[in-house]
């Protein structure tokens, strides 16, 4: 079984093609035109083994806002999409990364109800040419359209390229466990009988 989805997004601001297969091999195709978020979304495919393709076009020349939003936007439907009726996932999941100085956590219920909690200082605002606050944004619009529960914490960590890469392979890990079919769970993970 496997567990797809593909999302197109047009507005007068982006035009994005996103495909997601959650039973994948960690292959990134990504075409974002923000080099900062390709590189966080490669290393989010390689961590959660999942196959993500990105074709984003995007008004960069104004800023990366409107187009890191979108992607999280696209990102968190294809991701709804793919879970089906979720029967049979584990629903939870949680991650602790380290990277050099920084120690990450991640932790996710694939709830249907959405919801950000972000707890991490990045000590600068850009990395590159990526404003770091649009880390925030992209988070906010996966738990949205993904309609999750999303709690990122940042225990420590001084390197602003460090703690946000920390994030999102913590991210790809937590999602690669609530994600997961377990055999022993009968219908959906939840005694409403629903999720």
Known sequence: MYRTSSVTRKTSETNIELSLTIEGEGQAKLETGVPFLNHMLDLFAKHGQFDLSVDAKGDIEVDDHHTTEDIGIC?????????????????YGNAFVP?????????????????????????????????????????????????????????????????????????????????????????????????
């Not at 990102?75 to 629903?91: W, Y």
């Not at 937590?174 to 959906?188: C, H, N, P, W």
Request: aromatic letters at 6%.
């Open 75 to 91: 990102l968190g439907q294809a991701l709804r999409e793919a879970l089906g009726d979720k029967k049979g996932i584990k629903r």
């Open 99 to 195: 990277m050099d100085e920084t120690l990450a956590q991640v932790v996710v219920d694939l709830s249907n109800r959405p919801h950000l909690e972000m707890r991490a200082h990045f000590p600068n605002q850009k990395v590159g040419s990526f404003d770091t606050e649009l880390v925030h944004e992209f988070m906010w619009k996966l738990a949205l359209e993904a309609r999750m529960n999303l709690h990122i914490i940042v225990h420590y960590g001084q390197n602003t390229h460090h703690i946000i890469e920390a994030i999102f392979k913590a991210l790809a890990r937590a999602l690669d466990e609530a994600t997961t079919v377990d055999s022993r769970i009968k219908g959906v993970p939840s005694t409403k009988g629903m999720l």
